[in-house]
């Protein structure tokens, strides 16, 4: 919520791109690494994925324009 103001020029289809895909690669590294989905690191390593692709989509392209 605080950075709102910064993130309102960067386009929801971005945002939601990069999400996903960090996502997707951290559910298919959880099922290599452990052999099945449902672990409690695997759910941790979405979260952690999310957030640094948001961060990346979101902050880096705006600093660059």
Not at 22 to 42: E, N, P, Q, S, Y
Not at 52 to 61: D, K, V, Y
């Amino acid at each position: 919520l605080l950075w709102w103001r910064r993130l309102a020029g960067v386009s929801w289809t971005r945002l939601f791109a990069w999400a996903a895909a960090a996502g997707a690669l951290a559910l298919i590294g959880g099922l290599i690494v452990f052999g099945r989905d449902g672990r409690m690191a695997t759910y941790v390593a979405l979260v952690i994925a999310s957030a640094l692709a948001l961060w990346c989509a979101g902050f880096t392209a705006r600093s660059r324009a």
